[in-house]
């Protein structure tokens, strides 16, 4: 009698055991522990500024510690693969950057992800880009850049961050449209770029407009690739008005896992979307030359979607993919 009882009652705490477990999964508790929040860069670039003005907030939003991670390497591929492969339990989010994660699984054999694994969140803020030299250039402005250009195939040197990021295909559009050639030089994030630009190992930038804000004292900034004058940036000409046409920047937000569930998406997006509509950030994003943005899981999506289809013609008319 004694044995059946005992058998009883260890069933009864497998049963329930697993009732929570289901619970958990099925749109139970969440969150209950700490938080990763992947940085697919190196800190003090924009991905890492933006997640820290969200960070105490989101915390608070959230009820749970998040813990910065950083990860970075091959234009923000290595996390961007890594988070694919991770348990979707909420518990990692990961910063996301377009066109980087439309690019990268079109031109390369093994990006490690494909931008369909990469479940859209919260898409929280964009950054135009703009190209700038620095403030003793010869060049003063885009049509003494372009014409050296063209007499000098190669030589004019242009940081940016990552290969087949947002800088590396503003680049190739304005070799295309200008018929010129120069040699880009990558970095694993915008921060080094703009280190390496200021300290004078490369001859130009494309840069993300806050920190062509930041660093306008020390620069002169020869065009903005936003469709008309930005405020954060008076009297800096578009490459449009400029006679090049083209357009440039870099969309950013967080996302999850594949198979994620939709009750973790829907808290993560709500927490975001109420921090990202808080003083302390929207504040910051002001004040630093960012463009705030808000959009939840599936209008991201969409609008990833109409992304994708855009930067796959890009690709197609430069002739990097068929």
């Known amino acids: 009698m004694k ?10 705490l497998v049963f329930s055991g697993l009732a929570v477990a289901n619970g958990q999964q099925e749109g139970g508790a969440y969150p209950t522990r700490t938080i990763n929040y992947v940085i697919p860069f ?11 003005y969200q960070k105490d907030d989101l915390q608070q939003v959230l009820g749970v510690n998040v813990v910065m991670k950083y990860m970075p390497g091959a234009g923000g591929a290595v ?16 910063g996301n950057n377009i066109p980087h994660i439309i690019l990268q699984p079109l031109v390369r ?13 919260y898409l929280f803020q964009s950054t135009p880009i703009g190209l700038a030299v620095l403030k003793d250039s010869p060049f003063q402005t885009l049509d003494e ?5 063209k007499e000098n195939p190669g030589k004019i040197t242009i940081g940016g961050s990552g290969t087949w990021s947002g800088h590396h295909i503003a680049l190739l559009q304005l070799q295309k449209l200008a018929g010129v050639e120069f040699t880009y030089i990558p970095s694993t994030g915008a921060a080094p770029s703009v ?14 407009s806050d920190d062509l804000v ?11 690739g936003t469709e008309k004058e930005f405020d954060a940036l008076p009297g800096v000409p578009t490459f449009r008005l400029q006679g090049v046409k083209m357009t440039a920047g870099i969309d950013r937000g967080v996302c999850v896992p594949p198979g994620t569930p939709d009750s973790v998406i829907k808290t993560l997006e709500d927490a975001f979307a109420e921090v990202c509509q808080m003083p302390t950030y929207v504040s910051k994003m002001k004040e630093e030359g960012f463009l705030i943005q808000s959009l939840k899981s599936k209008k991201f999506a969409k609008y990833l979607e109409e ?7 890009i690709l197609r008319d430069l002739g990097e993919i068929e």
């Open 145 to 149: 850049f372009l014409a050296y250009a």
């Open 307 to 313: 992304k994708t289809e855009e930067y796959t013609q």
């Open 42 to 52: 190196n800190p003090g670039g924009q991905s890492d500024r933006t997640a820290l």
């Open 79 to 94: 996390a961007w693969a890594s988070l694919v492969k991770t348990t979707p339990d909420g518990y990692t989010v990961c």
């Open 109 to 121: 054999d093994n990006a490690g992800y494909e931008t369909t694994d990469l479940v859209p969140v």
């Open 3 to 12: 044995k059946t009882l005992i058998l009883f009652i260890l069933g009864l």
């Open 195 to 208: 280190a390496n630009f200021l300290g004078g190992h490369t001859m130009a930038l494309f840069a993300n």
């Open 214 to 224: 930041t660093h306008r004292d020390k620069i002169n900034i020869l065009a903005i």
